[in-house]
């Protein structure tokens, strides 16, 4: 999965500390659900505590998100836009999406990428130093 909030298995309690750490309200990120196989949980953070919806994958391939009762059903084609929905104001979540926090995964792979440009040989286990 190609989304820079996406963390995969990141355990409940992680999630937390990440979320809450800035103490701003609108902080979110996704990971893979620790009680439902195959299922997401979109978090974040409200008032000094995190809120988890879980994302579900149809059949046919759209992804739908348990949101507040009376909220009508909805189906999205892909997770970005599942998101983008949510960034706004008033669709079903305690507060809309505001700050993606990205994976630490990712921005590893990021310098990774960084450091490849700038140096010829980064890409073994050990770099030649010049004096």
């Known amino acids: 999965m190609d989304l820079p909030y996406y963390h995969g298995p990141l355990s409940k309690r992680?999630?937390?500390t990440l979320l809450l750490k800035e103490e701003v309200d609108g902080n979110f990120l996704l990971r893979d659900s620790e009680s439902v196989p195959g299922a997401l949980c979109l978090c974040v953070s409200f008032e000094k505590m995190v809120y988890t919806y879980r994302i579900?994958?149809?059949k046919n391939?759209?992804?739908?998100i348990q949101t507040a009762e009376g909220t009508q059903k909805q189906l999205f084609p892909s997770l970005r836009e599942l998101i983008?929905?949510?960034q706004?104001?008033?669709q079903g979540l305690?507060?809309?999406l505001l700050n993606p926090v990205m994976s630490t995964h990712l921005r590893?792979?990021?310098l990774k990428i960084q450091l490849n440009d700038i140096y010829a040989n980064a890409?073994?286990?050990y770099m030649e130093v010049l004096p």
């Open 56 to 58: 579900f994958r149809e």
């Open 108 to 110: 590893c792979r990021r």
């Open 61 to 64: 391939g759209y992804y739908k």
């Open 14 to 16: 992680d999630c937390e």
């Open 94 to 96: 305690v507060v809309r």
């Open 84 to 86: 983008s929905k949510y």
């Open 88 to 90: 706004k104001p008033n």
């Open 123 to 125: 890409n073994s286990d």
